[in-house]
């Protein structure tokens, strides 16, 4: 059975840190160029981060550059969100997704078509 399980959301206070896990199952993912959305109440679905399944590239939506780092560990079969800086605009349901094809060509998001699996979701909460 095709699987992704995210992990690690939770409520932290401004300005800290949380890591995000999407373990894959069924599948390998490594061929796959590895996707994190959010969806906040009320707000369309953002593409935070894609990281290629090539050469690793990373790409990032400017509301969350240079604070969040996307990454994976292929020989886990597993990527990564690192959030630091956190902001209450960042509180959010975090899905991450394998896309079907290995590059992000550019981009911090794919288009629905192009995602081949989804996790379950995250909720990650930013509050003092």
């Known amino acids: 059975q095709v699987q992704l399980v995210e992990s690690g959301g939770g409520l932290v206070q401004p300005g800290g840190s949380l890591r995000l896990s999407c373990a894959a199952s069924?599948?390998?993912?490594?061929?796959?160029?590895i996707v994190w959305f959010r969806q906040a109440p009320g707000k369309e679905r953002e593409g935070v981060s894609c990281i290629s399944a090539s050469d690793g590239s990373t790409y990032y939506a400017d509301s969350v550059k240079g604070r969040f780092t996307i990454s994976r560990d292929n020989a886990k079969n597993t990527g990564y969100l690192q959030m630091r800086s956190l902001k209450p605009e960042d509180t959010a349901v975090y899905y991450c997704a394998a896309a079907v094809k290995a590059e992000c060509d550019g981009h911090s998001t794919v288009t629905p078509e192009e995602i081949g699996s989804w996790g379950q979701g995250t909720q990650v909460t930013v509050s003092a």
């Open positions: 069924g599948f390998t993912m490594v061929w796959y160029a």
